[in-house]
């Protein structure tokens, strides 16, 4: 009796054991080797953790950048990349998804990182050139083949039957980019010159116009069906569901829906003026530090800014920082569009925040009203 | 007895058995039975064909070159090593569990089994964002773990917490209410006649369970190669490296590759419909009465060896 | 001290399994779980409150618990239908039929909401024939009570069919025998018998789609006040690096999903003595 007791304790404890056991090689061998050791030089692994649109971006840069830097250390790099919305992402950066870089959609989530998760430090943006963004974008209208709703600016997407397609600015750094460029054409047309912002004399006007910003989006937001989680998302019901009249979308994103979902099916509809997005990049001090891979990282996003970074950064359709090196052929795709900043006219992108889009901002009363 | 939900089938072939002398007239009959099949087809037939026709939308060799391509095979052996390690443990788990719970009473055993089945009414969500709040940097036991560089969240052992959280009680309740019925007198009388508890629990009590056991790790299985919502939490969605097969559909998905996700979706379809035979197999089996339980001839053979 | 809490039995092993038991089911599911509770602690009970009744956060939960509620009751009236059939009535292909009653349980929430959202969209298979009928499927309340009643339906059939089958033929013969009518055997005989069964496969049904998420967010369209469900909430917190927010909204969730387990639990005890006492 009691010797067979003992085997069941044995029996279990040991088939318990062997459990934890695998899991617990699982973890330690899944942060100290690399899967990749090759015969010369110990391969060093990259991660760039993303937002949505820079997919195929990073799938051309990537080992472009391996050639280089294996022509210039002889050592083998392996970038892994992670894509999802910009907030999900720079979220998980924070709660300790390692990433060597970040590539995201805002300089505020690159900033919730340096604030909330102390990985970087809070000057991170002047340590690259162009304010860390290699490359800039704005955004643009996706249309159905020959706009057969004739929208050709802002105003038009609150005529009466235009449905309009973005993503749910909560979750969504683009559909925040949508908003705000929604809102600077409203104020532009209000005010006529966006200098007037910053002169005290009119402090009266810029209120009302504020004010009539405020119910231009609204009304705009009264238009939308769908508030999808991401950009991607967006343009899946767009193109794929056949939902909507017009699509709010990043420009990199709207040509390649057209080169990827049918030329032959949407339009680019430039407006009067946009926004001037500056997508950043950062290396996350914390985590080089610790995995010794800071001088290959930093490298790695100089790199975005080297001559081969740039052309591939204006064949993926966003404008590059340096036009000089880029192909003009690419070039002559972007057409010309007044592009405000975040800074001038919202203050920077946390006080944008605040006001816009945190709980109980505008967005929030936006809807709390409309229902 | 309250306590478990059984959440088991009981299928068709008794029925077929035993049908009662009433039964109402066929076009009732049938009209039921439209009902069954129409409404089973809109919500389920439909859907299940959807995704196996986009999925050869653009021909045999596209879905097979999705398939192969490196990522996706590191999804499906992630997937797979994932369900190797939470379907054994939860196996253990439930049978320890079932143990416990329906041989002995003990005070406050209704509680326990209401919080063996939580895990079922919580939302994916949050499933993994407890996890988060435990092991992530900022969590309870973030800053040891990052001085210590073991990783769990944003890495395999992150995915296999949260998938075992999930698959947490489909072995333990389908046990402990086949144990509940079956009684103690078995267990007890081989004690009695001196045989040891490891050697009861393998030849007594095993065999009678063994079904409703394996009944229980197809469903865990199931389960654990198909969650998405709180593997996605804890994932970290890196390509090749963190992503599930159900993670990668959705990267497919967003990456405008459609033929691709449904070619993945279709496979875990496929696994699910394998999944499905799997369990019609087991039940068929468990149906045959009384051919593998215990007789006498095993509790004299016990007594024998004493 | 372990023999005053437990009955003495000739069978070995308890304190090893419940010790084990105890154990993993701490470090699985308890601890983790109370960081979750630690976490909104630390908010503070006035900003908790102002969280959980937030309009945003109401109109959710009212979606979230209106179509689960929606979705568990067609379950419950279509399972029964369903169940019936299967274990009264003998079809061709009725095997397969019933194998397949467990396929949204196999199928994973992110494939079956892709796969729904295709069919029931403007341009899907089902979709394009609600559309002419003014009927919005994707992107409504409707689409997300669809999601919802499509991962409920086993939970219903497979809690249904164990009880219809152990109906005693004999109480139908006799109610016939006394002139009662089909319908009225169904009602008067039938429906009181198999009600526990019925409320617990309602119960489970609708605490599973209370807390679903993957196949919700394709096919809801994430309105903010109309379509938004509770969980997705959760997210959308989290990414606004509110952490006390989202585990706010969690604890409501996870102490709803507790008392529904309860009543199950108590449902089911009540019945099981109901049979013994009757």
């Given at each position: 009796?009691?010797?067979?007791?003992?085997?069941?304790?044995?029996?279990?404890?040991?088939?318990?054991?062997?459990?934890?056991?695998?899991?617990?090689?699982?973890?330690?061998?899944?942060?100290?080797?690399?899967?990749?050791?090759?015969?010369?030089?110990r391969?060093?692994?990259?991660?760039?953790?993303?937002?949505?649109?820079?997919?195929?971006?990073?799938?051309?840069?990537?080992?472009?950048?391996?050639?280089?830097?294996k022509?210039?250390?002889?050592?083998?790099?392996?970038?892994?990349?992670?894509?999802?919305?910009?907030?999900?992402?720079?979220?998980?950066?924070?709660?300790?998804?390692?990433?060597?870089?970040?590539?995201?959609?805002?300089?505020?989530?690159?900033?919730?990182?340096?604030?909330?998760?102390?990985?970087?430090?809070?000057?991170?943006?002047?340590?690259?050139?162009?304010n860390?963004?290699?490359y800039?974008?704005?955004?643009?209208?996706?249309?159905?083949?020959d706009?057969?709703?004739?929208?050709?600016?802002?105003?038009?997407?609150?005529?009466?039957?235009?449905e309009?397609?973005?993503?749910?600015?909560?979750?969504?750094?683009?559909?925040?980019?949508?908003?705000?460029?929604?809102?600077?054409?409203?104020?532009k047309?209000?005010?006529?010159?966006?200098?007037?912002?910053?002169?005290?004399?009119?402090?009266?006007?810029?209120?009302?116009?504020?004010?009539?910003?405020r119910?231009?989006?609204?009304?705009?937001?009264?238009?939308?069906?769908?508030?999808?989680?991401?950009?991607?998302?967006?343009?899946?019901?767009?193109?794929?569901?056949?939902?909507?009249?017009?699509?709010?979308?990043?420009?990199n994103?709207a040509?390649?829906?057209?080169?990827?979902?049918?030329?032959?099916?949407?339009?680019?509809v430039?407006?009067?003026?946009?926004?001037?997005?500056?997508?950043?990049?950062?290396?996350?001090?914390?985590?080089?530090?610790?995995?010794?891979?800071?001088?290959?990282?930093?490298?790695?996003?100089?790199?975005l800014?080297?001559?081969?970074?740039?052309?591939?950064?204006?064949?993926h359709?966003?404008?590059?920082?340096?036009?000089?090196?880029?192909?003009?052929?690419?070039?002559?795709?972007?057409?010309?569009?007044?592009?405000?900043?975040?800074?001038?006219?919202?203050g920077?992108?946390?006080?944008?925040?605040?006001?816009?889009?945190?709980?109980?901002?505008?967005?929030?009363?936006?809807?709390?009203?409309?229902? | 007895?309250?306590?478990?939900?059984?959440?088991?089938?009981?299928?068709?072939?008794?029925?077929?058995?035993?049908?009662?002398?009433?039964?109402?007239?066929?076009?009732?009959?049938?009209?039921?039975?439209?009902?069954?099949?129409?409404?089973?087809?809109?919500?389920?037939?439909?859907?299940?064909?959807?995704?196996?026709?986009?999925?050869?939308?653009?021909?045999?060799?596209?879905?097979?070159?999705?398939?192969?391509?490196?990522?996706?095979?590191?999804?499906v052996?992630?997937?797979?090593?994932?369900?190797?390690?939470?379907?054994?443990?939860?196996?253990?788990?439930?049978?320890?569990?079932?143990?416990?719970?329906?041989?002995?009473?003990?005070?406050?055993?209704?509680l326990?089994?209401?919080?063996?089945?939580?895990?079922?009414?919580?939302?994916?969500?949050?499933?993994?964002?407890?996890?988060?709040?435990v092991?992530?940097?900022?969590?309870?036991?973030?800053?040891?773990?990052?001085?210590?560089?073991?990783?769990?969240?944003?890495?395999?052992?992150?995915?296999?917490?949260?998938?075992?959280?999930?698959?947490?009680?489909?072995?333990?309740?389908?046990?402990?209410?086949?144990?509940?019925?079956?009684?103690?007198?078995?267990?007890?009388?081989?004690?009695?006649?001196?045989?040891?508890?490891?050697?009861?629990?393998?030849?007594?009590?095993?065999?009678?369970?063994?079904?409703?056991?394996?009944?229980?790790?197809?469903?865990?299985?199931?389960?654990?190669?198909?969650?998405?919502?709180?593997?996605?939490?804890?994932?970290?969605?890196?390509?090749?490296?963190?992503?599930?097969?159900?993670?990668?559909?959705?990267?497919?998905?967003?990456?405008?590759?459609?033929?691709?996700?449904?070619?993945?979706?279709?496979?875990?379809?496929?696994?699910a419909?394998?999944?499905?035979?799997?369990?019609?197999?087991?039940?068929?089996?468990?149906?045959?009465?009384?051919?593998?339980?215990?007789?006498?001839?095993?509790?004299?053979?016990?007594?024998?060896?004493? | 001290?372990?023999?005053?809490?437990?009955?003495?039995?000739?069978?070995?092993?308890?304190?090893?399994?419940?010790?084990?038991?105890?154990?993993?089911?701490s470090?699985?599911?308890?601890?983790?779980?109370?960081?979750?509770?630690?976490?909104s602690?630390?908010?503070?009970?006035?900003?908790?409150?102002?969280?959980?009744?937030?309009?945003?956060?109401?109109?959710?939960?009212?979606?979230?618990?209106?179509?689960?509620?929606?979705?568990?009751?067609?379950?419950?009236?279509?399972?029964?239908?369903?169940?019936?059939?299967?274990?009264?009535?003998?079809?061709?292909?009725?095997?397969?039929?019933?194998?397949?009653?467990?396929?949204?349980?196999?199928?994973?929430?992110?494939?079956?909401?892709?796969?729904?959202?295709?069919?029931?969209?403007r341009?899907?298979?089902?979709?394009?024939?609600l559309?002419?009928?003014?009927?919005?499927?994707?992107?409504?309340?409707?689409?997300?009570?669809?999601?919802?009643?499509?991962?409920?339906?086993?939970?219903?059939?497979?809690?249904?069919?164990?009880?219809?089958?152990?109906?005693?033929p004999?109480?139908?013969?006799?109610?016939?025998?006394?002139?009662?009518?089909?319908?009225?055997?169904?009602?008067?005989?039938?429906?009181?018998?198999?009600?526990?069964?019925?409320?617990?496969?309602?119960?489970?049904?609708?605490?599973?789609?209370?807390?679903?998420?993957?196949?919700?967010?394709?096919?809801?369209?994430?309105?903010?006040?109309?379509?938004?469900?509770?969980?997705?909430?959760?997210?959308?917190?989290?990414?606004?690096?509110?952490?006390a927010?989202?585990?706010?909204?969690?604890?409501?969730?996870?102490?709803?999903?507790?008392?529904?387990?309860?009543?199950?639990?108590?449902?089911?005890?009540?019945?099981?003595?109901?049979?013994?006492?009757?």
């Open positions: 009796m009691a010797d067979s007791k003992r085997v069941v304790v044995v029996a279990v404890v040991l088939v318990t054991a062997i459990v934890l056991g695998l899991i617990l090689i699982r973890i330690l061998g899944g942060s100290g080797a690399d899967p990749d050791e090759t015969a010369g030089k391969a060093v692994t990259l991660l760039n953790v993303s937002y949505d649109p820079t997919r195929e971006l990073y799938q051309e840069f990537n080992p472009a950048f391996a050639r280089y830097w022509a210039k250390t002889g050592q083998d790099v392996v970038i892994e990349q992670s894509h999802g919305g910009a907030g999900k992402q720079a979220r998980a950066v924070i709660d300790g998804l390692k990433a060597d870089v970040v590539t995201l959609a805002l300089a505020y989530d690159i900033d919730a990182i340096a604030r909330q998760g102390g990985l970087l430090a809070a000057d991170w943006q002047s340590r690259l050139p162009e860390s963004a290699p800039t974008s704005t955004i643009v209208f996706l249309v159905r083949k706009n057969p709703k004739s929208i050709r600016d802002w105003d038009d997407l609150v005529k009466p039957g235009v309009v397609i973005t993503p749910n600015p909560k979750t969504s750094g683009g559909a925040r980019w949508n908003y705000l460029a929604a809102w600077a054409f409203a104020l047309k209000e005010l006529g010159d966006l200098k007037a912002l910053h002169h005290p004399a009119q402090a009266a006007q810029v209120e009302q116009a504020q004010a009539r910003a119910e231009f989006v609204a009304e705009l937001h009264k238009h939308v069906p769908v508030l999808d989680s991401g950009a991607r998302g967006s343009t899946n019901t767009f193109a794929q569901r056949g939902i909507g009249d017009v699509l709010l979308a990043w420009e994103e040509f390649l829906a057209v080169n990827e979902l049918g030329p032959d099916k949407f339009d680019i430039v407006p009067s003026i946009s926004i001037l997005a500056e997508p950043p990049v950062a290396v996350i001090d914390k985590v080089v530090e610790k995995k010794g891979t800071r001088e290959v990282a930093e490298e790695y996003l100089k790199y800014y080297s001559p081969e970074g740039q052309r591939i950064v204006a064949r359709y966003y404008r590059p920082a340096y036009p000089q090196h880029a192909d003009p052929a690419d070039l002559e795709r972007f057409p010309d569009v007044e592009r405000v900043r975040i800074d001038e006219v919202f920077g992108w946390r006080k944008a925040q605040e006001t816009h889009f945190n709980d109980g901002g505008v967005f929030d009363q936006i809807y709390q009203v409309s229902k | 007895m309250a306590g478990t939900i059984a959440f088991r089938t009981g299928s068709a072939s008794s029925g077929a058995a035993g049908r009662p002398a009433i039964t109402e007239p066929a076009p009732v009959r049938w009209a039921l039975i439209g009902v069954s099949l129409s409404f089973l087809g809109l919500f389920l037939l439909i859907p299940l064909a959807g995704v196996f026709v986009e999925a050869f939308r653009k021909g045999a060799g596209a879905f097979f070159a999705a398939l192969r391509d490196p990522a996706a095979l590191a999804a052996k992630l997937t797979l090593l994932v369900a190797a390690i939470a379907v054994p443990v939860n196996c253990v788990f439930g049978l320890a569990a079932s143990w416990a719970i329906a041989k002995f009473n003990f005070v406050g055993k209704n326990l089994i209401t919080l063996i089945d939580l895990p079922f009414a919580v939302s994916p969500v949050i499933s993994g964002l407890i996890y988060i709040l092991y992530g940097l900022h969590g309870w036991l973030g800053p040891f773990l990052s001085a210590h560089d073991i990783e769990i969240i944003f890495a395999v052992p992150g995915i296999v917490l949260a998938t075992l959280f999930v698959t947490f009680p489909f072995v333990a309740r389908e046990v402990i209410p086949l144990m509940q019925v079956q009684g103690n007198d078995d267990e007890e009388a081989a004690i009695t006649l001196g045989a040891g508890g490891l050697q009861t629990f393998f030849r007594v009590t095993l065999p009678n369970v063994k079904w409703a056991v394996l009944y229980g790790v197809i469903l865990c299985n199931a389960r654990a190669m198909g969650e998405f919502g709180a593997v996605s939490v804890v994932s970290g969605h890196i390509r090749g490296k963190t992503s599930t097969m159900p993670l990668h559909v959705e990267i497919l998905y967003n990456e405008y590759n459609f033929v691709a996700a449904f070619a993945v979706a279709s496979l875990l379809a496929l696994l419909l394998a999944t499905l035979a799997l369990k019609s197999f087991v039940e068929w089996r468990s149906r045959r009465p009384f051919a593998e339980a215990p007789d006498a001839a095993v509790l004299e053979d016990l007594s024998h060896e004493h | 001290m372990r023999l005053r809490i437990k009955q003495p039995s000739v069978l070995p092993g308890f304190g090893l399994t419940l010790g084990f038991t105890l154990l993993y089911l470090a699985i599911v308890l601890i983790p779980l109370a960081a979750l509770f630690l976490k602690a630390g908010m503070g009970w006035s900003s908790f409150w102002a969280t959980v009744t937030s309009p945003r956060v109401v109109a959710a939960y009212k979606l979230s618990f209106g179509a689960a509620a929606i979705g568990a009751l067609i379950n419950a009236v279509f399972g029964f239908v369903v169940a019936w059939s299967l274990v009264r009535y003998s079809f061709p292909g009725k095997r397969i039929v019933d194998a397949m009653v467990d396929l949204p349980f196999a199928l994973p929430t992110a494939v079956s909401g892709i796969a729904l959202t295709t069919l029931y969209s341009n899907g298979w089902i979709g394009q024939y559309e002419p009928l003014g009927i919005q499927a994707a992107f409504s309340p409707l689409g997300v009570t669809i999601a919802l009643t499509f991962i409920g339906l086993p939970f219903v059939v497979r809690t249904l069919q164990p009880a219809l089958e152990d109906l005693d004999d109480m139908e013969e006799a109610a016939a025998s006394l002139g009662a009518s089909r319908w009225r055997t169904l009602r008067r005989v039938i429906l009181p018998t198999v009600l526990p069964s019925l409320l617990t496969g309602f119960a489970l049904a609708f605490a599973r789609a209370l807390g679903e998420y993957g196949s919700v967010v394709f096919i809801s369209g994430n309105m903010p006040m109309r379509t938004e469900i509770a969980p997705l909430l959760i997210v959308a917190k989290l990414e606004q690096y509110d952490y927010g989202a585990t706010a909204i969690a604890v409501v969730m996870l102490l709803i999903s507790f008392a529904i387990l309860l009543a199950i639990n108590v449902i089911q005890w009540v019945a099981s003595r109901h049979r013994i006492g009757g």
